[in-house]
């Protein structure tokens, strides 16, 4: 069972703003590089939106570079700030771990997610 809570979405005009969050107490002093990925409804299929390593090095699709940006605070917070919102932005959130070890391996299963809907 997933343990970490994501947290933020929303319904936004097109051109808007929204910043997710993800709790996952523990990842930061523990080292596990986190993700945010994102599910529309249309197919189902899970894309990897951002990432950021224990170093703070980033990642991020070509869909979303320039306007979204993910960061951590020093405690158990992931955040994807989000801009320039677009409709094709809307779907289900999730943030998970991409370290497939240890500690960090409570943070693998899929959780609940957050719903970002874009719409006018």
């Known amino acids: 069972q997933a343990q970490q809570v994501e947290s933020g979405g929303g319904l936004v005009h097109p051109g808007g703003s929204l910043r997710l969050s993800c709790t996952a107490p523990?990842?930061?002093?523990?080292?596990?590089?986190m993700a945010w990925y994102r599910q529309t409804t249309e197919n189902q299929k899970r894309e990897r939106v951002s990432s950021i390593r224990p170093g703070g090095r980033t990642t991020y699709a070509d869909s979303v570079k320039g306007r979204f940006t993910i960061s951590k605070d020093t405690k158990d917070t992931v955040y994807l700030q989000m801009d320039s919102l677009l409709p094709d932005d809307t779907a289900l959130y999730f943030c998970?771990?991409?370290?497939?070890?240890?500690?960090?391996?409570?943070?693998?299963?899929w959780g609940q997610g957050t719903q970002v809907t874009v719409s006018s």
């Open positions: 998970k771990t991409e370290t497939i070890s240890g500690f960090c391996l409570r943070y693998y299963e």
């Open positions: 523990g990842f930061n002093s523990n080292n596990c590089e």
